[in-house]
């Protein structure tokens, strides 16, 4: 039953989502047979340093969602100060906090959220640290390396 | 220099803090248990613990407890909530519960929830109200709650929904929550941070404002019960009382009852309901006259033992004894204290027993009554022998063959604000139980029992044999178990139903002084005015 309920609201989001999908994003899921995983192509944002580059992001939607807040990790590399420089491209902040999740929040928002943090960085709340402070302190050096990045892993043109 | 850890090795270790999750088990909501495990729990605790617990099962028989998850609070209140519901017995309860908590949808939207948000965790709430309904026939419905709270998805979209709940809540009443605020975060900021995170436990603002948007309204009382290391033998205990639409408080509501414990919340059962009916019913007169046509009730010694013997005093037989039992009633509102009895005296048996309350004792406890008596007493004090009395006649006679109690009433009402209060008093004798209170209760003032402590001295200390000063509680008993076995017409009655100051007759209750030196000179004037 408890997966009932949250698959339920999660076919709906999805249904929601793929009817009327974010602009510069595709959703699909991973598996067909599985919710719980959704692939995102999310288009690096106009005027960003990110532009031109698209990035497979993975949704991993927790057994207790909407009770535990949704995983974002980045499958595609990207410097940014929010997203950990490691195979997991973790990005945890925010809304997607543990202690700061609620539940009537929805995975649109989310990753509207990740959308918006690609054009503005929050070097404030950082898990790599040494980017933000790149970002804070020389932010045409982090633009360059950003776009570097973007070429060279998000397939930019 | 000690260690510093670097940047990033604080927020790897902050990161790790922040998603340690403490091993928890236990069920979300356990079955019911006795309470007494709670005093063994805390055998080994300090003795403030121990004092404590100790106490607790003789008040609270059982309790059950919820998983230490970070949302023990909301699910204990969510619980107890639908379980207060179902214990109702109310088929109804469950329907009209679901048509107000769907008319809060309008709450939900104002602070800026759109439905889409919240409908999925409402519907469940719903559901389960309407799913307890139908389980009531089976009479399954507890088993059916307890499942359902142990589903922790239905059991957190629920909570989910009561977080939404208080969260409009205090944002609808801002100026109520916001000196509850930490240096002024505004409401908003505080339900964002601290209401409607999936992890936020219930703090204080949060509960009140739950209690008052769930609880309250739906006629539920909520007790938290503080089991911690403050002063006392017992746990200090905090309160909520529903109101009903005029404001006044809702007697005898059923009582959702959680124990706190520093950071936790468990359930509390208190075995219903007997505490509850013995508070609520001496402040109210009906019941008094409900129990006319029953046996003794002992929860109020004093009125019920009147009524034994006032019944067939007065609407049986004696028409003096009637006129006597109203007079002296009313006796302190005329200033000359002497006057009521004598005329009915003679029939009323012995002299001595004719309680007449010292002039200067009246004027005394004058203007402890009804605003109106010192007004009216004036006025009405020449006339009051024809006036009075006849009206009273009257109106006794009529009720003897029925007389209505309308009549009765207004006809009385229009003349005397206070004869009317005693002649009608009689007249609802006559009628049934259900129709005296429902007729009854607008006209009797809720006098609290306070008042009661002193009667007319004299008759009491004859009758006791000894000049005791008693108090109303201690004479109550007494009177009524002497009532029991007595004939209806004795002295001791009438000494007694005079004395009552709860007496139906008396509604403004009239607190009597009594001072041993106007005993006596008491006493011999109505004998004398009497004998003449």
Known sequence: MATAGANKRIAKELNEITREPPSGMKVRLVDESNVHKWEIIMDGPASSPYEGGHFKLLLTLPIEYPFKPPILSFQTKIYHPNVSNDDKGSMCLGMLRSDEWKPPNKILAVLNMARNLLVEPNAEDAIETSIAEQYRGDRKAFEKTAKEWTKKYANAK | ?532
């Open chain 2, 1 to 532: 220099m000690a260690f510093e850890p670097s940047q990033e090795e604080m927020a790897e270790m902050q990161k790790l803090s922040n998603d340690y999750e403490p091993e928890v088990t236990g069920p979300l909501v356990s079955e019911l248990l006795p309470s007494s495990a709670i005093t063994t729990e805390y055998a080994n605790a300090d003795p403030v613990y121990q004092r404590k617990t100790a106490a607790l099962p003789h008040k609270y028989s059982h309790y059950r407890t919820c998983r230490g998850d970070g949302h023990c609070g909301w699910r204990a209140v969510a619980f107890s909530y639908y379980e207060a519901l179902y214990n109702t017995g109310n088929k109804s309860k469950f329907y009209s519960e679901e048509a107000r908590l769907r008319s809060l949808g309008n709450l939900l939207n104002q602070v800026g929830f759109p439905e889409h948000l919240y409908e999925d965790f409402a519907i469940e709430a719903f559901q389960l109200l309407q799913e307890t309904a139908v389980a009531m026939e089976n009479n399954d419905g507890g088993a059916k709650l307890l499942a359902a709270f142990n589903d922790e998805s239905l059991s957190m979209s629920i909570i989910t929904y009561l977080k939404l709940l208080t969260s409009a809540y205090i944002q609808t009443h801002p100026d109520e929550y916001s000196p509850y605020m930490n240096h002024g975060q505004s409401v908003q900021n505080y339900c964002q941070s601290s209401i409607e995170p999936v992890m936020s436990e219930i703090e204080h603002v949060g509960m009140s404002a739950l209690v008052e948007v769930l609880v309250k309204p739906a006629g539920m009382a909520m007790e938290i019960l503080y089991l911690d290391r403050s002063q006392g033998e017992e746990v200090n205990t905090y309160r909520w009382d529903p109101v009903d639409g005029t404001g006044i408080t809702v007697s005898d509501p059923s009582t959702l009852r959680l124990l706190y414990r520093p950071g936790h919340y468990d359930i509390l059962y208190k075995m219903e309901p007997l505490p509850q009916s013995a508070i609520a019913q001496p402040q109210q007169q009906p019941p008094v006259f409900v129990a006319l046509a029953n046996a003794i009730d002992s929860h109020i010694p004093q009125t019920i033992g009147f009524s034994d013997y006032a019944i067939p005093g007065l609407s049986f037989v004696s028409p003096p004894s009637l006129g006597w039992s109203s007079m002296t009633t009313s006796t302190p509102l005329y200033p000359s204290a002497q006057s009521p009895c004598y005329d009915f005296a003679p029939t009323a048996t012995p002299i001595a027993a004719i309680p007449a309350p010292a002039p200067s004792s009246n004027l005394v406890s004058m203007p402890q009554h009804h605003a109106n008596s010192s007004g009216s007493s004036a006025e009405v004090g020449s006339h009051v022998h024809t006036h009075g009395h006849s009206e009273i006649h009257a109106d006794l006679n009529a009720h003897g063959s029925t007389h209505t109690h309308a009549l009765a009433h207004s006809q009385s009402h229009s003349s005397h604000p206070h004869t009317t209060t005693y002649a009608h008093t009689p007249a609802t004798m006559a009628l049934p139980p259900d129709f005296l209170v429902s007729g009854m209760q607008p006209e009797i003032p809720q006098t609290p029992p306070v008042g009661l402590s002193l009667g007319t001295p004299s008759g009491l200390a004859i009758d006791r044999g000894g000049p005791f000063r008693p108090s109303a509680w201690e004479l109550k008993p007494n009177f009524s178990a002497a009532g029991l076995g007595g004939v209806p017409l004795q002295t001791a009655i009438f000494r007694n139903s005079h004395y009552n100051t709860a007496h139906f007759n008396n509604p403004d209750f009239q607190p009597e002084e009594w001072s041993p030196e106007t005993e006596l000179p008491v006493h011999e004037r109505p004998r004398k005015k009497s004998a003449h």
